[in-house]
Structure formats: C-alpha cells, structure tokens
C-alpha cells in the first residue's frame, strides 16, 4: 500500500474539511494512489471514492444523567452550595410554606367543630408568633393542651 498522505492533504482542502475527517474507500486505495492533481481528486470525491466523514458532535448523556439527577433532589449537599441558605429560599418563602398550612389546619378544625373559635383565634396567634414548625406540631401541642383529642 503507498502512502496517500498528499491525496488526504489535497482532498481536505477540496472538501474544506480537516485530514482526519477525510475518507477513502478501502477497496480501491490503488485508485486513489493515482489520484495526483487537484482535478484528480475532485473527480475522485464525484465518484464517491473519497468523502468526508460527519463532524463529531459533543455528547450530552452526561448532561442529561447529571440534569436527572439534579431534578431528583440529589447533588445539593453543602459541596454544591454557593449561595447564603437564605439566597436560595428567602425567609418570606420559607415562612410561608410553614404558616400557611398550620393556618389551614386550624380552619378545617373550627369548620368541622373540633375547636371552638375562641381556640381557633388562640393558636392563630400562637401560629403567627412562630411557635409552631407543622401541623403535626400544633396538633401535638393541642393535644397537651387538652383542647384536642388524641387520634387513634
């Protein structure tokens, strides 16, 4: 086999691409050995004995398995963080993702007649200071308190 390094030069300035990208048919290499003009090799990319190869594009797997796993709630340790805790959440949001269903329990509880009003305005401004972290929380503290219940 001869070396056709000058037809791989000539046909990637043809074809306007770079070397590694040029390819020729290995059934007929001896073909293209003859190949020794410009003109040579353009017939030769006509005839389809030497083409280019498709340009190598940039995997995204790795960026879809890491995006998966970031919408799963993984990869947000400390190691992750850049931010304050409180860029990433803002108090008020945090605030209002607990009061608002403490708030909601306790007005289930006054419809359905478990508290009575007086109760409900009670634990709505305890609810409002902050002292309760949940539902679970003020269900637990009315409990102690005897004004609810225990639930089987």
Known sequence: MSDLKNQRR????????????????????????????????????????????????????????????????????????????NARVRDKERWMATIRPIRAELKAMRADGTITPAVYRLYYRKAKGGLFKSRRHLKQHMIAAGHLKEEI
Request: proline content about 4%; aromatic content about 2%.
């Open 10 to 85: 000539m046909a990637a300035e043809v074809l306007k691409c770079g070397e590694n990208r040029v390819w020729m048919n290995p059934d007929k290499l001896e073909e293209v050995a003859e190949c020794i003009t410009r003109a040579d090799i353009r017939t030769a990319v006509a005839s389809g004995l030497i083409k280019a190869k498709p340009k190598n594009g940039t995997s995204r797997a790795r960026i879809r398995y890491v995006a998966g796993q970031k919408a799963s709630g993984k990869r947000k340790g400390p190691g992750s963080r850049k931010g304050t805790a």
